[in-house]
Structures are given as structure tokens and as C-alpha cells.
């Protein structure tokens, strides 16, 4: 199993080991592919589907998908690119985005992403729903009007925490984040340290009493777009 | 009359906090007037337009029938309309009303609220008074918008690169700092 598979991005060519996905194999070689549900620690979702890019011609999940030998990867498109801008857009009229005062504005992924793409206002009717805010746990707040269903938050309590915290009900456009308890989330057994708690794209799982802990500035996004890191580190390689 | 190219600007269901960040341009206010006259303005106090204006900037959503009003008669004499600010894009505060009927924001407000003192229970009722829309709306939701500038206020530095780029018919290409939600 020591072969390695090689494929091509955008003409670039990437080398992967056999099983890493297009999104593992791309991260490794600099090649920044944007995404909102896929997750380092977690095992892939496929949820949000910003990392569509195309192979042979043919649209396809990044963090799912396995790289082949010979495949032909575009990412960065003008097409691709427009098709994630306006998922992004979508995700921001379907939920209740307030970022002037959310606590995770400057390390929110999902505005990030927005700047990234230079996105200035989205071009759908905003649908302003009713989502329900639970305030129940001591030390955790989870505020529904900012999910946007990525499922990290499933995954990492089960996968990482061994536990079952949340879980979606509902279907289409009333699937819903919700907790594995009777009533709501201080019934649970989610602990504030718990990796559940971490990987939340956006401000709808927040630690209670941190928030503007970090000033204007020095936020995760403040000076540098979302993927930077992923790009300096293929730079460095000379990649 | 000069020959300078014309501004208005409003301020609908907002704050005055993106009128606060417009004079944060600082010095540059003394370019700007070099640049453009003020029409309809908070700035110089004109209460109605005297004339064609190449840009309106709209501070502020729409939550009543008066901000409505004042956005179309932007829409009718600017060349370029541009929402500056959260509340002109997507409602911001006001619009945290949204997901409650009107009929429980105005009891809140005006009857049952812990500071009201309202005997007669009578709402405002005045024909002087604009009526509140069943909801806030964005600017681009009403009229045809045609740049937005972005945060809460928007950065001094967003509104000038903007106006001095729309000025100089250049394309609005703000570097990634001055993009800001918040």
C-alpha cells in the first residue's frame, strides 16, 4: 500500500495516498478547496456540499470523494466558484445571521467564507424563520436562528466525545439540530470541555461567558481569508 | 448651480451609526465637499431634493410606510443607489422583530411592557404617524439597489473606496479588511 495515486487539480498535479479524499489529497499538496461541514477530526459528512468541484466533468463532494488515479479535478472555476457563492448566499437568507453582535463574528467560518467570495449582499429574499434559542445548560449556549445543519456537532459527540448528543429531526427545510434528551439541553450529558462544543463553524454553539473575549483586530479572520493557512503551507513547499 | 456631481443620503430604520462612520472619513470630508454637493442630507439638513444626484447612500431597512416612501424617492433621483450598513441589507436589529407578530411587538411596546404606563391601553393611532410594516424589510427588497456596503457601521474606509470609486466610474473592489459584517 506504499503506492500513491496521482491526479491532477486545476492542471496541478497532487499526489494522494490510496483512501485520503480529493479535500485531504488537495489540503495536503496547498490546494485550498473551501468548506464549511468538512471537519480535520471528522469523518465526512458531505452536508453543505461548498467543496463541489468537479471530476471528469461531473460534480462531486471534495470531502467525500476518494481520489482515483488520473482523475481531472477543477476547483477553481468561475463556475464553481459561482456556485459556492451562492450556496453561501443561501445559507445566510435561511437562517437568522446577525452578525453585529454574535460572539462568533471574526471566527465565524461561515462569514468568513462570505469574505473570502467578497460576497456583499445575498441576491435571495431574506426567509427570516422561526428558530428556537436553548439556554438550558450552565455552562453551553445553543442558539438554533445560526445553524446551518453541517452536522459537526453530531459527529464530533459521537466520534470524538463517545456520546449522542444531538441529532437532526425533521426533514427538507424543517430539519432541525436537536438534542438526545426529554426536554432540552441541560438534560444531556454534554460537559462545556467536550469537542461538540469546539467545532462549530459558526455561533450556534457557543461556551457561555467568552464571548468577546478576543478584540476587533486579532479574530481568526480579521487580517487573512479563511484557507490561508492551507495555501501558505503548499507556498512554503514550493508546491 | 455647480457642476459638481450631487449626494443624498438617509437614514430609514437605522441608527445614524453609518451617518457616524460617513464623517469618520475624517480630513477626507474636506476632499469629499471638493468632490460633491450634498443634496438631501442629515448632513446639510435638506429636507427635499433639489435636483438629479448621482449617488444615494440609504442608511437604515424599511419598517415603516415613511421609510418606504423617502427609499422610492431615492430610487427616483440617484443615479447610483448604494445600502450602506446591515440594517439597509438585510434589516439588522429592527429585523429581530421579524419572527414576532406586529400585533405582540406594539403590546409589548405600548401596553404590557414593564416601563409602559398606558391606562387607556390605547397604540398610537395618529394619522401624522406612518404605519409599521408587518415586518422590516431590506432596501433591496423594495427598490432596485445598486452597491452595497457592508458592517455594522460599515468602515470609514469601505464608504470613502467606494464613493471615490463610483465617482471616478472605477469598479468597487474593496481589499479583504475593509469587507467587514460586523
Known sequence: ?239 | MSSKPRIATCSLAGCFGCHMSILDIDERILQLIELVDFDKSPIDDLKHFTGRCAIGLVEGGCCNEENVHVLQEFRRHCDILVSVGECAICGGIPAMRNNIPLKECMDEAYRNGPTVYNPSGVLPNDTALPLVLDRVYPCHEVVKIDYHIQGCPPPADAIWQTLVALLNNRPVELPYEVLKYD
Not at chain 1, 65 to 94: K, W, Y
Not at chain 1, 222 to 232: A, Q, T, V
Request: proline share 6%; glycine share 8%.
Open chain 1, 1 to 239: 500500500m506504499s503506492e500513491t495515486i496521482g491526479f491532477t487539480i486545476d492542471g496541478r498535479p497532487v499526489r494522494a495516498r490510496p483512501g485520503q479524499t480529493i479535500l485531504e489529497a488537495a489540503d495536503a499538496a496547498g490546494i485550498y478547496i473551501p468548506r464549511l461541514c468538512a471537519h480535520r477530526e471528522l469523518h465526512p459528512f458531505g452536508a453543505c456540499r461548498v467543496c463541489t468541484v468537479k471530476v471528469n466533468g461531473r460534480p462531486q463532494a471534495a470531502c467525500t470523494m476518494p481520489a482515483a488515479e488520473g482523475m481531472v479535478v477543477e476547483s477553481n472555476t468561475p463556475e464553481l466558484t459561482e456556485h459556492r457563492r451562492r450556496l453561501i448566499e443561501m445559507l445566510f437568507v435561511e437562517g437568522n445571521h446577525y452578525c453585529m453582535f454574535c460572539e462568533k463574528s471574526g471566527n465565524c467560518e461561515l462569514q468568513a467564507l462570505a469574505y473570502r467570495f467578497g460576497i456583499t449582499a445575498p441576491r435571495y429574499p431574506y426567509l427570516f424563520p422561526n428558530r428556537d434559542v436553548d439556554a438550558s445548560h450552565p455552562d453551553v449556549l445553543l442558539d438554533r436562528n445560526r445553524c446551518v445543519l453541517c452536522a459537526r456537532c453530531v459527529r464530533a459527540s459521537q466520534q470524538l466525545d463517545g456520546k449522542n448528543v444531538f441529532q437532526f429531526v425533521g426533514r427538507g427545510a424543517n430539519k432541525t439540530l436537536w438534542v438526545n434528551a426529554e426536554r432540552e439541553l441541560a438534560d444531556t450529558n454534554l460537559d462545556v470541555r467536550d469537542r461538540a462544543v469546539d467545532v462549530c463553524p459558526v455561533g450556534c454553539i457557543l461556551r457561555k461567558r467568552q464571548g468577546y473575549t478576543i478584540p476587533i483586530g486579532r479574530r481568526r479572520y480579521d487580517h487573512e481569508p479563511i484557507g490561508s493557512d492551507i495555501e501558505r503551507a503548499g507556498a512554503a513547499r514550493g508546491a
